[in-house]
């Protein structure tokens, strides 16, 4: 008899060799009931030591419910692949450089059991400089403006697949779209407890230089720039690519 699940962990990953196995670590340690849980780790091409990583943590914890699966290049993409796989009516989707609070998993079937079947974390960076802690501080609030991808995301599975999953369109702010979506229909808490999650983008950028550019992203997004515009500010003023 297949067991029921009650939680589907969903990370999307490329290159995260430098991380993914402390992530997994922590994952079954701050789980309440890792036996209910499956986690999903959708790899969109990596070409470094990711895939091998994966399968060597597998291998040592055989008891554990921990697949990988492969799928194309693309958050949205993978995110989606990932909850297509999933055997759980519960989604949790999760970036490869955050790591939920102790308990992850009762935390979202408590706020899932109260009538919420949408939500995140508040945030905070591994980081304490005076920006980021200010950043993270606002997250407590439930307010559209302060939500991101790096907070992670759970949702009901139904719920997810009545908006048609994460919009493929979009190669960066998918998660921002989404969100957008489940405020519009009144759908969404933050969980008091606090995610941390990596500050590496912003110490290799520059606090105040990644800063602007996110917030012009989110404006050009908010006066109705194209998927498509949006990636190439963000190849040309972010990732380096012109």
Same mark, same amino acid.
């Given at each position: 008899? +297949?067991?029921?699940? #009650?939680?589907? %962990? ?9 991380? *993914? ?12 009931? $890792?036996?209910?849980?499956? *986690? ?12 091998? @990583? ?7 914890? $055989?008891? +554990?419910?921990?697949?990988? %699966?492969? /799928? ?16 759980? #009516? @519960?989604?949790?989707?999760? !970036?490869?450089?955050?790591?939920? $609070?102790? !308990?992850?998993?009762?935390? *979202? ?7 919420? $079947?949408?939500?995140?974390? =508040? @945030?905070?960076? #591994? ?5 980021? =802690? ?27 697949? /009545? ?15 989404? %969100?957008?979506? @489940? ?7 933050? *969980? ?7 500050? =590496? ?27 498509? /515009?949006?990636? +190439?500010?963000?190849? +040309?003023? %972010?990732?380096?690519?012109?």
């Amino acid at each position: 008899m +297949k067991k029921v699940l #009650d939680l589907s %962990i969903i990370i999307p990953v490329l290159n995260e060799a430098n991380g *993914i196995e402390a992530l997994l670590s922590h994952l079954l340690k701050n789980l309440q009931n $890792p036996d209910s849980c499956e *986690i999903i780790i959708v790899d969109g091409g990596s070409t470094d030591q990711t895939p091998q @990583l994966v399968q060597g943590f597998c291998e040592t914890h $055989p008891s +554990k419910n921990i697949r990988t %699966i492969n /799928s194309a290049k693309g958050r949205a993409v993978q995110m989606n692949v990932g909850a297509k796989a999933s055997s759980s #009516d @519960l989604l949790y989707f999760l !970036h490869a450089d955050s790591f939920p $609070p102790k !308990h992850f998993d009762q935390f *979202i079937k408590q706020q899932v059991a109260l009538g919420n $079947p949408a939500g995140c974390f =508040r @945030l905070q960076f #591994d980081s304490n400089h005076w920006w980021l =802690r200010i950043a993270g501080w606002f997250t407590k609030y439930n307010w559209k403006a302060c939500r991101g991808g790096d907070q992670s995301l759970f949702i009901n599975k139904v719920l997810f697949d /009545s908006f048609g999953g994460y919009n493929e369109a979009y190669k960066i702010y998918e998660d921002n779209v989404l %969100i957008c979506d @489940l405020y519009k229909a009144g759908h969404f808490v933050v *969980i008091p407890e606090a995610i941390t999650t990596s500050a =590496r983008l912003y110490r290799k950028k520059g606090i105040g230089r990644l800063q602007f550019h996110f917030w012009v992203i989110h404006f050009k997004k908010k006066f109705g720039a194209s998927p498509e /515009s949006l990636y +190439k500010y963000y190849q +040309k003023n %972010i990732s380096g690519v012109s």
